[in-house]
């Protein structure tokens, strides 16, 4: 029941049988998750691997496709991973976006159990958040343009280049 429609460019999401259609990002998210995506993998552990858009299916008829995942394990190669794969999940905020990755995913990422989970706003901070007690806390706030924090893993991110 998770086989959805072709994207034509939108993302397409479900939660509990209502999709969630995302116009595509505008370039400063795209900007922003190049950053991302190529300032990640060196600080990656060994035996994960960060993958963008995946289809993460959360339990249900949940069905969520994040701006990138980190895995616990690598390898993966099915049609979505299973949320207790991901050791973080990480949103872009984009003007259409806005309640559902604030406000929505972050709720659905932590019923599913996903450690952490990274918010990163397009015009101000990116915050890293740790499940604890089945909410996200803050534990990490981005200053400067850079990130660091020293769990899943340690690193320091420069969202500015």
């Known amino acids: 029941m998770l086989d959805l429609p072709e994207d034509r460019g ?12 995302s116009p595509a990002p505008r370039s400063g998210h795209q900007r922003l998750l190049q ?3 190529i300032g990640f993998p060196p ?24 701006d990138f995942v980190v895995m616990n394990r690598s ?17 872009i905020v984009s003007p259409s976006s806005r309640v ?24 101000g901070p990116a915050v890293l958040f740790e499940l604890a007690d089945g909410e996200y806390r803050e534990s990490a ?8 924090f020293s769990e899943p893993f340690a690193a ?6």
């Open 156 to 161: 320091t991110l420069d969202l500015t280049r």
């Open 141 to 148: 706030r981005s200053e400067g343009g850079k990130l660091t």
């Open 43 to 66: 600080v990656l552990p060994a035996g994960t691997e960060l993958l963008p858009g995946v289809n993460v299916r959360l339990g249900g008829q949940r069905l969520l496709i994040p």
């Open 10 to 21: 939108c993302r397409i999401e479900l939660v509990d049988g209502a999709l969630l259609v």
């Open 100 to 123: 559902q990755d604030r406000v929505l995913k972050r709720q659905l990422y932590a019923e599913a159990g996903v450690p952490f989970y990274l918010l990163v706003e397009t015009d």
């Open 35 to 37: 950053r991302l995506l």
């Open 75 to 91: 390898g993966h190669s099915g049609l979505y991973c299973q949320a207790q794969d991901l050791l973080l999940a990480a949103e």
